[in-house]
């Protein structure tokens, strides 16, 4: 009979490398048909006839017959060849362990006959037997033997007559206990001495109770007595690559760790080794412009480019836009002063420069440069006197040609409330806001200009969870000012689908109807955008109170002048 056990996988630790080492035999050639190592085509037959070898395959992509896999696994780890193969727990005695050490039938059992059962030498309580393969006593002897019924430890004889108990004397016997004289005056056995934490009794010297006498009376190993986990560290293996290999020590089985963990890698149970990746998902770099990375075999691959050649990717909004074609420089003109002024290079337009000197602020409104208020102290700032704009600060210019020497500018500390919370000007303090959690730190409006709409653009915290959004429903952002005529012009509704709310972020389809809005969400980093051009917003003018409906979430916050356009006041023609 062909016979092959699996060894198992062993794991190899050396110089900080994992090796997963396991012999692995070419097939044998028996059918006249192609072998491992072979060429062969999808049409070649590459199975050797061997069951325990597995099936062999043909790698098309590589153009050779490949080993298979050995089959057996689990309790039904030795392979058998004989007949038409097959996997079975054992096949001899040592493919077996100490509990059940005995193979029959293909099965590990605790015996196939008495003689391998455990004797404990103790006349009154039988011979050792073994009754569907597991191993017991015969029982007391003299049992139901009137009249010699009673067992003296190495005979069976007839008990004597008694008064009390000591007219029985003793039989020597330790494990059969103190002899008793019964209520019908007949000498008798009180039984074994044993139990609680040492219920076994161990006749040899003078006698003594003990936890075990053999690996029967325990889960683990009998060992001196006493039940231990392990005897060796090959008791203590679990089975499971990640685990590491565990060992033993003092009769206890000790935990391993993660053998990929201190190599920085992830460990791959199926393969039984490290990897730099399991799913695509352990590969993402988060940037939109690298595409979508992918785990292949254990390893991350880079993403294709989302954009085509002719478009440029922008991350902050991950969209791919077209550069717009130019002609000319005026083609370009974003009408925007602070921007700079963008020119035409080959016909493609290229952004302009901040039009300002380092000591200058742009004013969009007045499109012009302002120099920065220039200090010493925090003194020489003078304080704009808003609670919602913070403390004015003097900030020392890190550049000697900015300011002069020992000089800095005058700048606001900003909102002095924590995220999550609104400003409250007149009464000077922060409140935490009901509802979702909104705060906006940017925003800036700008009137239309050259038949252009107005435009308003924000940025900031936002609290939602992709749970929140309704699939087939809506988002709606909605913008009030005190006099704003009519809030359909500044209610902005979103469609939410599959194609727009992935991995916890949620882009607003493309729409190129004025006016044209843009909303962003990432539940991930709790981050808001949203962008309005080409729009209505007469009436619009601080304070501006901003919500954002998602199902039955509802988030809403105020901004004042210190927001908007910074500490720029709201463009006054739309307020016209």
Do not use: H, W
Request: aromatic letters at 4%; one cysteine or more.
């Amino acid at each position: 009979m062909i016979k092959k056990r699996f060894l198992g996988l062993v794991m190899c630790l050396s110089m900080a490398v994992v090796f997963l080492c396991a012999g692995q035999a070419s097939a044998v050639d028996v059918y006249g048909v192609s072998s491992v190592g072979d060429a062969c085509t999808p049409d070649t037959n590459c199975s050797d006839g061997d069951f325990c070898n597995g099936v062999e395959e043909c790698d098309i992509a590589e153009g050779f017959c490949i080993a298979g896999t050995f089959p057996c696994s689990g309790d039904t780890s030795v392979c058998i060849e004989e007949g038409d193969g097959t996997c079975v727990e054992c096949d001899i005695d040592s493919d077996c362990g100490d509990g059940n050490p005995v193979c029959v039938a293909n099965k590990c059992e605790e015996c196939e006959f008495a003689d391998t059962c455990f004797n404990d030498d103790n006349f009154c309580t039988g011979v050792p037997t073994c009754e569907e393969n597991v191993c017991s006593f015969s029982g007391d002897p003299c049992e139901g033997e009137a009249p010699t019924d009673f067992c003296n430890g190495t005979a069976c004889v007839v008990p004597p007559e008694c008064e009390e108990n000591s007219d029985c004397g003793d039989d020597g016997a330790f494990c059969n206990g103190l002899t008793i004289c019964t209520v019908d005056k007949k000498c008798s056995s009180a039984g074994s001495p044993c139990e609680g934490a040492t219920p076994e009794c161990k006749e040899e010297g003078d006698g003594t109770c003990v936890e075990c006498v053999s690996d029967d009376n325990c889960t683990g190993f009998c060992v001196g007595n006493e039940c231990v986990d392990c005897e060796e560290d090959a008791d203590c293996y679990d089975g499971i690559f990640c685990n590491g290999v565990e060992s033993c020590n003092a009769g206890g089985c000790v935990e391993s760790i993660d053998p990929c963990a201190f190599l920085g890698l992830l460990c791959d149970e199926d393969l039984a080794g490290c990897a730099e990746c399991l799913t695509d998902s352990d590969c993402d770099d988060d940037a939109f412009c690298n595409g979508d990375e992918t785990c292949v075999d254990g390893a991350c691959l880079p993403g294709t480019k989302p954009c085509e050649a002719s478009e440029t990717c922008i991350e902050e909004t991950e969209e791919c836009i077209t550069p717009p074609g130019c002609e000319s420089d005026a083609d370009c003109e974003d009408d925007l002063f602070c921007n700079g002024e963008e020119t035409c290079a080959d016909g493609v337009c290229v952004p302009g420069s901040d039009p300002c000197e380092a000591d200058e602020t742009c004013d969009e409104q007045a499109e012009e440069c302002v120099l920065d208020e220039a200090c010493e102290t925090d003194a020489d700032c003078d304080s704009d006197g808003l609670f919602c704009s913070g403390i004015e600060v003097c900030v020392l210019s890190a550049s000697a040609e900015a300011t002069p020497v020992d000089q800095g500018i005058c700048e606001s500390s900003g909102n002095p409330c924590e995220a999550g919370e609104t400003c409250d000007e007149e009464d000077n303090t922060c409140e935490v806001a009901a509802g979702g959690i909104l705060q906006i730190d940017k925003c800036k409006v700008k009137a239309g200009k050259n038949g252009k709409g107005d435009s308003i653009k924000f940025s900031g915290l936002l609290d939602a969870e992709e749970a929140d959004f309704p699939m087939g429903g809506e988002v709606v952002v909605i913008i009030e000012a005190a006099a704003i005529p009519d809030l359909n012009a500044t209610t902005f509704v979103f469609s939410v689908d599959e194609d727009s709310l992935k991995k916890g972020k949620y882009k607003s389809p493309k729409d190129k109807t004025d006016p044209v809005a843009s909303l962003q969400i990432d539940t991930n980093k709790d981050k808001v955008k949203f962008s309005v051009k080409n729009a209505d917003l007469t009436g619009l003018g601080c304070p501006i109170t901003v919500t954002i409906q998602i199902g039955d979430y509802v988030a809403e916050y105020e901004l004042g002048e210190e927001i908007v356009n910074g500490k720029k006041p709201c463009p006054p023609e739309l307020l016209e």
